[in-house]
């Protein structure tokens, strides 16, 4: 081989000095993507999520030979012994629901504390039957043996070896002993409220945590503790996430809806939370219904009431936005009759031919709602006229969806119909009959529709409540059971629903002059308001975002609510 010529030396040079420099200069590479896949692989092959290195069947060997002779002959066994503490084998429990053999394999393994990596292994074998074995789910012996087994794990967990490259796992329990302490997913809940979804991605990745774990129920409790723990305006902000959180899990659902339930009836100011009263109707049926008492009767009266409130509500804007002809005077009538939806006791709908076999989605869900209450309407013909039956004070009042209908409101205990049969005419031999005790057109005349309403409800209703407190009694009506509260008082011009309206008698405290002048402003433009401010909520007032009224409310310190639809006070 002929030597370089000095030339051909100092070129080489040169080249190595620009390739050291132009390496030197290149950035670190970021290998988190390929160690994910590296620690896939191991799990898959029985590395790093097995532990044990072993097929099951050695693994259940070594059990069986533990439990003959309560002894561990090394540590290789002791490792595979570990691993096996939840296995089932026949007739046989558990090892760790053993009363008398698992303590004897703590004080085995704890005999190989001075062979340092060979005891990690063993201890991270007990650590996964800590995190497989349901201590909720556990016999007597299973329940101390686990406790104890917690103990254990988290005194040791100090003296691992760390030395070298630690495994993945070991640095994932570092960073997670909470989870050997007797809360020990305290700290998940309302980091996860807020969406910190990837904290239980380790957990799930190198601790076997899966979904039939009890860390997984553990930590779902964990989420409804920071949940109802949160002030109102927390709360309203996480309510989706733990809406969402309910519905997906269906074993745990009913005992976390009781408590988000009650916990948000004690909000101020109360509002309509659609998806939450849409969860617990589709898990529980409807509020009001007898039939139900068995899930509704779990949460506090006044929560039930609320929802029982928040359907009805639901229903009536149902039912005039898809089943009704005039839509813009609909409004109006949803408007209005939403002021009595806290004092209607009862609700039917009878659907004419047209709704009742409608196919479409928002026809099919609207039938499901109304289930239990839904009867097919015998229009004479008229396929697409439908009607919406309430019952008030003693009263059973009827509203038709076609145009040119009047209101017609009967004595429930005479009425000439009967709600329980399958089909009820909407003709004058029924919802019409000429027995009514109130016949009311929605025409405005000299003056708005609703008022007239008003006074002329104001006027049958109170007569009831009279009525009711001489011993008349409407135990015979045809109306479905009775209501799930006392019998309504008498109805004022001006109604809003309980969960939003302050209790009908307390001490008022003296008014200041700025007070007064508000009370009068708004009974000048005719607003409705509700008073919650001694309840911790705000006060009030119903009316339009760009009404007449719209500047005045603004001059006078009230903003706009659009998830309420009406303005309050700023404090």
């Given at each position: 081989?002929?030597?370089?010529?000095?030339?051909?030396?100092?070129?080489?040079?040169?080249?190595?000095?620009?390739?050291?420099?132009?390496?030197?200069?290149?950035?670190?590479?970021?290998?988190?993507?390929?160690?994910?896949?590296?620690?896939?692989?191991?799990?898959?092959?029985?590395?790093?999520?097995?532990?044990?290195?072993?097929?099951?069947?050695?693994?259940?060997?070594?059990?069986?030979?533990?439990?003959?002779?309560?002894?561990?002959?090394?540590?290789?066994?002791?490792?595979?012994?570990?691993?096996?503490?939840?296995?089932?084998?026949?007739?046989?429990?558990?090892?760790?629901?053993?009363?008398?053999?698992?303590?004897?394999?703590?004080?085995?393994?704890?005999?190989?504390?001075?062979?340092?990596?060979?005891?990690?292994?063993?201890?991270?074998?007990?650590?996964?039957?800590?995190?497989?074995?349901?201590?909720?789910?556990?016999?007597?012996?299973?329940?101390?043996?686990?406790?104890?087994?917690?103990?254990?794990?988290?005194?040791?967990?100090?003296?691992?070896?760390?030395?070298?490259?630690?495994?993945?796992?070991?640095?994932?329990?570092?960073?997670?002993?909470?989870?050997?302490?007797?809360?020990?997913?305290?700290?998940?809940?309302?980091?996860?409220?807020?969406?910190?979804?990837?904290?239980?991605?380790?957990?799930?990745?190198?601790?076997?945590?899966?979904?039939?774990?009890?860390?997984?129920?553990?930590?779902?409790?964990?989420?409804?503790?920071?949940?109802?723990?949160?002030?109102?305006?927390?709360?309203?902000?996480?309510?989706?996430?733990?809406?969402?959180?309910?519905?997906?899990?269906?074993?745990?659902?009913?005992?976390?809806?009781?408590?988000?339930?009650?916990?948000?009836?004690?909000?101020?100011?109360?509002?309509?939370?659609?998806?939450?009263?849409?969860?617990?109707?589709?898990?529980?049926?409807?509020?009001?219904?007898?039939?139900?008492?068995?899930?509704?009767?779990?949460?506090?009266?006044?929560?039930?009431?609320?929802?029982?409130?928040?359907?009805?509500?639901?229903?009536?804007?149902?039912?005039?936005?898809?089943?009704?002809?005039?839509?813009?005077?609909?409004?109006?009538?949803?408007?209005?009759?939403?002021?009595?939806?806290?004092?209607?006791?009862?609700?039917?709908?009878?659907?004419?031919?047209?709704?009742?076999?409608?196919?479409?989605?928002?026809?099919?869900?609207?039938?499901?709602?109304?289930?239990?209450?839904?009867?097919?309407?015998?229009?004479?013909?008229?396929?697409?006229?439908?009607?919406?039956?309430?019952?008030?004070?003693?009263?059973?009042?009827?509203?038709?969806?076609?145009?040119?209908?009047?209101?017609?409101?009967?004595?429930?205990?005479?009425?000439?119909?009967?709600?329980?049969?399958?089909?009820?005419?909407?003709?004058?031999?029924?919802?019409?009959?000429?027995?009514?005790?109130?016949?009311?057109?929605?025409?405005?005349?000299?003056?708005?529709?609703?008022?007239?309403?008003?006074?002329?409800?104001?006027?049958?209703?109170?007569?009831?409540?009279?009525?009711?407190?001489?011993?008349?009694?409407?135990?015979?009506?045809?109306?479905?059971?009775?209501?799930?509260?006392?019998?309504?008082?008498?109805?004022?011009?001006?109604?809003?629903?309980?969960?939003?309206?302050?209790?009908?008698?307390?001490?008022?405290?003296?008014?200041?002059?700025?007070?007064?002048?508000?009370?009068?402003?708004?009974?000048?433009?005719?607003?409705?308001?509700?008073?919650?401010?001694?309840?911790?909520?705000?006060?009030?007032?119903?009316?339009?975002?760009?009404?007449?009224?719209?500047?005045?409310?603004?001059?006078?310190?009230?903003?706009w609510s659009a998830r309420r639809g009406a303005w309050y006070l700023k404090s």
């Amino acid at each position: 081989m002929r030597p370089l010529s000095p030339r051909s030396v100092k070129l080489a040079e040169r080249m190595r000095s620009v390739a050291e420099a132009a390496l030197s200069s290149m950035p670190d590479p970021d290998l988190t993507a390929l160690r994910s896949e590296v620690r896939q692989l191991k799990a898959m092959l029985g590395g790093a999520g097995a532990g044990a290195g072993a097929a099951p069947d050695r693994v259940r060997e070594q059990v069986s030979l533990f439990r003959r002779s309560g002894t561990l002959p090394d540590v290789r066994a002791a490792r595979l012994v570990c691993w096996g503490t939840t296995l089932r084998d026949g007739r046989d429990p558990a090892l760790i629901e053993d009363r008398e053999r698992f303590p004897g394999l703590i004080d085995g393994v704890d005999e190989f504390r001075d062979m340092r990596r060979p005891y990690r292994r063993c201890w991270r074998g007990l650590l996964d039957g800590y995190v497989r074995y349901d201590p909720g789910r556990a016999t007597e012996a299973g329940r101390r043996n686990w406790t104890m087994l917690r103990d254990y794990l988290n005194d040791n967990l100090p003296s691992l070896e760390r030395s070298g490259s630690m495994p993945d796992w070991l640095s994932t329990i570092d960073e997670h002993a909470n989870l050997l302490g007797e809360r020990p997913c305290d700290r998940y809940g309302a980091a996860l409220l807020e969406g910190d979804a990837k904290l239980l991605e380790p957990l799930r990745r190198d601790l076997s945590m899966g979904d039939s774990s009890w860390l997984t129920r553990r930590i779902f409790e964990a989420q409804i503790d920071a949940a109802v723990k949160h002030d109102d305006r927390a709360l309203r902000r996480v309510m989706p996430r733990v809406v969402a959180l309910v519905a997906e899990h269906d074993l745990l659902a009913d005992d976390a809806l009781v408590r988000v339930l009650d916990r948000w009836a004690r909000c101020r100011p109360l509002e309509v939370e659609a998806e939450l009263r849409d969860l617990s109707v589709a898990r529980w049926g409807n509020p009001w219904l007898e039939r139900n008492d068995t899930q509704w009767t779990r949460v506090e009266a006044e929560t039930r009431q609320m929802v029982s409130s928040w359907l009805k509500l639901s229903l009536i804007e149902k039912f005039f936005s898809l089943l009704s002809e005039d839509k813009l005077n609909d409004q109006r009538r949803v408007a209005f009759w939403k002021r009595y939806v806290d004092r209607i006791d009862d609700m039917h709908f009878a659907l004419g031919e047209a709704a009742y076999t409608n196919p479409s989605a928002d026809f099919r869900a609207l039938r499901k709602a109304m289930a239990g209450k839904l009867l097919r309407l015998d229009n004479g013909g008229v396929a697409r006229n439908n009607a919406f039956i309430m019952r008030l004070a003693g009263h059973v009042v009827v509203e038709f969806g076609e145009h040119g209908n009047a209101m017609y409101a009967f004595d429930a205990a005479a009425a000439p119909f009967d709600l329980r049969r399958p089909s009820i005419a909407g003709n004058r031999t029924a919802l019409k009959h000429p027995s009514h005790v109130a016949r009311i057109t929605h025409t405005d005349g000299g003056e708005r529709w609703e008022r007239k309403f008003e006074r002329r409800l104001a006027e049958v209703l109170g007569r009831a409540d009279k009525a009711s407190t001489t011993g008349r009694s409407t135990s015979s009506s045809p109306m479905a059971a009775p209501p799930i509260r006392p019998a309504p008082i008498p109805i004022p011009s001006a109604v809003s629903p309980a969960w939003a309206r302050p209790q009908e008698a307390r001490q008022v405290a003296p008014e200041p002059h700025g007070t007064r002048d508000l009370h009068a402003f708004l009974a000048e433009h005719r607003v409705k308001s509700a008073d919650l401010r001694d309840k911790g909520g705000s006060l009030w007032a119903y009316a339009p975002e760009r009404g007449p009224a719209a500047d005045g409310l603004r001059s006078r310190g009230f903003a706009w609510s659009a998830r309420r639809g009406a303005w309050y006070l700023k404090s």
